[in-house]
């Protein structure tokens, strides 16, 4: 995806939807833990989102405005020990806008996580540009359409890490795959640097833009990012 989006396949980039739902947080039977405070790292946002937000980043380029509204539906949990009601003040849904850097200013991206959805869940990528779209499926499948061709292509390349078994059949397990793979290469040739790693910068920039969602979803308007 990222390669035909460097080729032009998108041309200007109108706008970019994502969307990771599913069901695993929903009963509110299920018991407290770490999960369920948000200052011991819990919520939607810092477990999923700041993936969503990293790619992002690495697809269109910097983020430098975010306007999000963070829910907590289910507010208390059982304790595993005592049975007793614990308060949740970790998300457990988000819904989040961005804009992005200067060159795209009328590009805009939407986020939508949900842990408290129905059964199945989404899992998928549709950008929009002024030549064509892209799609990113749960099973990494791309599709594509070039602007007026009316009717989406199969674009993926053939996947690896589907002839493995006993690989989970979702983008996060496959994905794990192909980035220890890589590290394993990289030990092995003893190397610390693989194209398209990660970096601490990385890191803290992802960390920058949750921060303004936390922010933004606090009182209740855009935030810009520092710097910008």
């Given at each position: 995806?990222?390669?035909?989006i460097?080729?032009?396949y998108?041309g200007?980039l109108?706008?970019?939807?994502?969307?990771v739902?599913s069901?695993f947080?929903?009963s509110?039977e299920?018991?407290?833990?770490w999960?369920?405070?948000?200052?011991?790292?819990?919520?939607?946002?810092?477990?999923?989102?700041?993936?969503?937000i990293?790619?992002?980043l690495?697809?269109?380029?910097?983020?430098h405005?975010?306007?999000?509204?963070?829910?907590?539906?289910?507010k208390?949990?059982?304790?595993?020990k005592?049975g007793?009601?614990r308060?949740v003040?970790?998300?457990?849904?988000?819904?989040?806008?961005?804009?992005?850097s200067d060159?795209?200013s009328?590009?805009?991206?939407?986020?939508?996580?949900?842990?408290v959805?129905?059964?199945g869940?989404e899992?998928?990528?549709?950008?929009?540009?002024?030549?064509?779209t892209l799609?990113?499926?749960?099973?990494?499948r791309l599709w594509g359409a070039?602007?007026?061709?009316?009717q989406l292509?199969d674009l993926s390349?053939?996947d690896?890490a589907v002839?493995?078994?006993?690989?989970a059949?979702?983008i996060w397990?496959?994905?794990?795959?192909?980035?220890?793979?890589?590290?394993?290469?990289?030990?092995?040739?003893?190397?610390?640097e693989?194209?398209?790693?990660?970096?601490f910068r990385?890191?803290?920039?992802v960390q920058a833009?949750?921060?303004?969602?936390?922010?933004?979803s606090?009182?209740?308007c855009w935030v810009?990012l520092?710097g910008?």
């Amino acid at each position: 995806m990222k390669r035909l989006i460097e080729e032009g396949y998108l041309g200007r980039l109108y706008h970019v939807t994502a969307t990771v739902t599913s069901g695993f947080r929903g009963s509110a039977e299920r018991p407290w833990n770490w999960w369920s405070q948000r200052a011991a790292g819990g919520g939607l946002l810092g477990a999923i989102g700041s993936h969503m937000i990293d790619l992002f980043l690495w697809l269109f380029g910097d983020i430098h405005a975010v306007c999000g509204q963070l829910r907590t539906f289910v507010k208390e949990r059982p304790d595993p020990k005592t049975g007793e009601l614990r308060p949740v003040d970790s998300d457990d849904f988000a819904s989040i806008l961005f804009k992005f850097s200067d060159e795209l200013s009328e590009s805009i991206g939407t986020l939508t996580l949900s842990a408290v959805a129905g059964p199945g869940g989404e899992n998928h990528i549709i950008a929009v540009g002024e030549n064509g779209t892209l799609i990113l499926d749960a099973r990494s499948r791309l599709w594509g359409a070039r602007r007026g061709s009316g009717q989406l292509a199969d674009l993926s390349e053939p996947d690896l890490a589907v002839e493995l078994p006993e690989i989970a059949d979702n983008i996060w397990a496959r994905s794990f795959v192909h980035i220890a793979r890589e590290i394993v290469q990289a030990l092995r040739e003893d190397r610390t640097e693989f194209p398209d790693a990660p970096t601490f910068r990385s890191g803290l920039h992802v960390q920058a833009v949750m921060d303004a969602i936390y922010e933004s979803s606090r009182i209740g308007c855009w935030v810009s990012l520092a710097g910008d």
